[in-house]
């Protein structure tokens, strides 16, 4: 699973621009699937046929895109202005390492101001001399992100920007490769534009017309200093959402992935969570309502350059989806 | 239809109706088949002449524009009122309206500047601070001449001055539909599906109707949209330049355009030598946002006239903006 998660990590792919994730993704699952497309938005879809008799559609959902900035304006002196592309917070914005699609690194820096400096008071620098010098390397419209540096912490955890959703997108992999012969007919959605609202899972629910929907991805920690809420520990299980700021979940679909977790022996944490959302809330709302619920990888520092997650978490979540759906 | 006609037309948010008529009047006299949806959008599926299959391609303005609405009436006869659409109540001082159907003529008051204090000078007045003036003598009179929910219209005549500059109200989004109009009359290789939507200054609303019941396979929205190119502000965060072309937006606070559609504009507009420039900046939203998520999504893309002075009584446009707004949106629908 590392291998995989750490293949998965690596393309750079900010919202709206997901396609070096998903052709990452697409190799790899191209051979246990009946079916791979790209829709219009570029969400991947794989699906997988069920063999039982009038198969239930099931829609699994994983975010391919990574929170970004996208440059705005160009300096003369060659310093490029950016804002966010996703939810961005200044903490994680002070002299971070970022990196553009093309392969171009800069640093994001903020300028000196009278008290705390907001997202406008950011720049880029890329090692430009002036202004044509930055516009030979970058264009209006560009966006970068953290770069990738993916490592272990300890003996369980994982360390990497972009946890946030291609853990998930690994996990989602993994299921493909290893759930075999189903009754329900799975369909995969790599989704893109999640982390500027659920966008590319809005536009896939519609096409699909599922019968239940599963969003898979990271959800907050309780377990720092100073940090209570969510109550979610890393290390102590697959998490099953509750409810956030975008959906509750559907109860008899929540407690049947919780029983399947118990059927498959592992632990699981019921999520509660103050804050965020997931492509649930999108699928939830699509045509005449689906039944949802988000499956939850806990992760710690959630939207910085070092999101942190425990394997132990993943492998409950994949053993958790096998029995499900077998 | 000019482009002073439909700017001087009154049709704040939800109360499109003028607009509307006098739309489908100029459409019917052109020989179209126009309807109105349920959203009260007005649409045109004009034929491409092309070979079949032919890409359908929504081209889409909002007929819409910012305005106030009655919320309440004072005792000496004033009207209370909030806005339709987003308007910094600090443009709104001392302003001439025209109110209700029949443009009954008001005055947005302030407290002269004899009677300010120094705590007054320092503070901005809000919507609970403003009050219209339409002559009332009392409370009964006002609550007659303008009913709850009336809507009221900045009084901005159009004109044009200095080289090829025209001021007046309603440029977002009345450009966009003077821009549907002149397609309108042009021989186009795909279908345009011409829709000249409600509600867009509340939410984008008329443009998610439309856009699910004619399934384009792209979407171009044609806007007015913020400029900054003032005095001392610097360069790079001046969003977009009047005079400078049309404005290609790559992503905004409702939508990420379609970056292969976004390359290809660009190419476009290089390649046929028309003035464009990159908007620089993501504030904002406007029907992209609708239009890219209707059903199973579709590609979308947005072309601005740039705007000085955007949702208020008085805007600023240089009008070859508005032809680069036109010609591109030709020729990229040509190149489709």
Redesign the interface.
């Known amino acids: 699973m590392f291998d995989l998660l750490k293949k998965v990590l690596s393309p750079v792919g900010p919202?709206?621009?997901e396609t070096p994730v998903a052709d990452v993704i697409r190799e790899e699952i191209k051979d246990c699937v009946d079916t791979v497309e790209v829709?219009?938005?570029g969400?991947l879809i794989a699906t997988k046929l069920g063999k039982g008799e009038n198969p239930r559609k099931v829609m699994l959902s994983a975010h391919m895109d990574h929170i970004g900035y996208?440059v705005?304006?160009?300096?003369?002196e060659g310093f490029l202005?950016v804002?966010n592309?996703g939810g961005i917070g200044m903490v994680n914005s002070y002299n971070r390492h970022v990196v553009f699609p093309n392969g171009v690194h800069g640093v994001v820096v903020a300028q000196p101001v009278s008290g705390q400096p907001a997202l406008?008071d950011l720049f880029v620098d890329i090692g430009a001399q002036d202004k044509d010098d930055a516009k030979r390397m970058v264009?209006?419209?560009d966006v970068c992100v953290y770069a990738n540096d993916c490592f272990r912490l300890g003996e369980n955890r994982v360390a990497a920007p972009a946890m946030d959703d291609r853990c998930a997108c690994a996990l989602l992999v993994k299921l493909l490769q290893t759930v075999g012969e189903t009754q329900d007919t799975i369909i995969a959605v790599f989704s893109v534009?999640e982390e500027?609202g659920c966008?590319?899972a809005?536009?896939?629910s519609?096409?699909k017309e599922p019968d239940i929907g599963i969003a898979l991805d990271v959800t907050g920690w309780g377990d720092t200093p100073g940090v209570t809420l969510p109550e979610i520990k890393l290390g102590e299980g697959i998490a099953v959402k509750v409810m956030d700021r975008g959906s509750i979940s559907n109860p008899a679909l929540r407690e049947a992935l919780i029983e399947a977790g118990e059927q498959a022996g592992v632990k699981t944490q019921r999520e509660v969570l103050p804050y965020g959302g997931t492509d649930a809330s999108a699928m939830q709302t699509s045509r005449g309502g689906i039944p949802v619920c988000t499956i939850s990888i806990p992760c710690r520092y959630v939207h910085s350059a070092c999101e942190v997650i425990d394997m132990r978490d993943m492998d409950a979540g994949l053993k958790l989806l096998q029995t499900y759906f077998n | 239809m000019d482009l002073k006609t439909l700017t001087e037309i009154n049709a704040p948010s939800g109360h499109e109706q003028p607009i509307r008529r006098a739309l489908l009047e100029e459409l019917k006299a052109k020989g179209h088949q126009p309807y109105i949806d349920r959203m009260g959008n007005v649409i045109v599926v004009k034929e491409g002449v092309g070979p079949a299959p032919r890409k359908r391609v929504m081209v889409a303005a909002h007929m819409d524009e910012v305005g106030l609405i009655v919320t309440g009436h004072a005792e000496g006869g004033f009207l209370k009122v909030t806005q339709a659409g987003g308007i910094d109540p600090r443009v709104l001082i001392s302003k001439r309206v025209l109110v209700g159907d029949d443009n009954i003529p008001g005055v947005i008051g302030a407290v002269a500047i004899h009677l300010q204090s120094a705590a007054d000078r320092a503070r901005v007045m809000g919507y609970r601070d403003i009050n219209v003036d339409i002559g009332a003598a009392d409370k009964a009179e006002a609550e007659r001449k303008a009913p709850l929910g009336t809507y009221i219209s900045f009084d901005t005549p159009y004109v044009e001055f200095g080289e090829g500059y025209a001021c007046g109200k309603a440029f977002d989004d009345r450009v966009g539909c003077w821009t549907i109009l002149r397609l309108l009359e042009e021989e186009l290789p795909c279908d345009l599906i011409a829709a000249f939507v409600s509600e867009e200054e509340v939410g984008c609303r008329g443009a998610s109707g439309a856009a699910f019941a004619q399934e384009p396979d792209i979407g171009i929205v044609l806007e007015g949209t913020t400029c900054n190119d003032l005095g001392d502000v610097?360069?790079?965060?001046?969003v977009c330049k009047t005079g400078e072309g049309v404005a290609v937006s790559?992503?905004d606070n409702s939508?990420?355009?379609?970056?292969e559609l976004?390359r290809k504009t660009l190419n476009v507009a290089e390649q046929a030598g028309i003035a464009h420039q990159?908007k620089?900046?993501?504030s904002g939203g406007n029907d992209a946002g609708s239009i890219?998520?209707a059903?199973?999504?579709?590609?979308t893309i947005v072309l601005s006239v740039p705007c000085r002075y955007i949702h208020s009584p008085s805007s600023v446009i240089k009008l070859s903006d508005a032809d680069a707004q036109f010609e591109l949106t030709k020729a990229l629908m040509a190149a489709l």
């Open positions: 919202s709206g621009l829709d219009a938005l969400n996208i705005t304006g160009i300096e003369k202005r804002t592309v406008k264009q209006l419209g534009q500027v966008r590319g809005k536009v896939a519609f096409a | 610097p360069e790079a965060v001046q790559f992503m939508s990420i355009v379609n970056r976004f990159v620089g900046s993501v890219q998520r059903r199973q999504g579709i590609p």
